[in-house]
């Protein structure tokens, strides 16, 4: 698995099939969203945080 950041609050990590991301963004309010990529393209957006 490989992870890049590209800044101090967004990390991609490379998925097993060519040329898709996840993307994770992390804030401060404890919730991070997560962006299915390809290439430029999204493909589906999740929210991930405490209740």
């Known amino acids: 698995m490989v992870v890049l950041q590209k800044s101090p609050t ?5 998925l097993f ?3 898709f991301w996840l993307e994770v963004t992390l804030d401060d309010s404890g919730t991070s969203k997560a962006r299915y990529l390809h290439g430029t393209k999204c493909i589906a957006t999740l929210f991930v945080g405490s209740a």
């Open 17 to 19: 099939v060519r040329g």
């Open 10 to 14: 967004v990390f991609l990590v490379a």
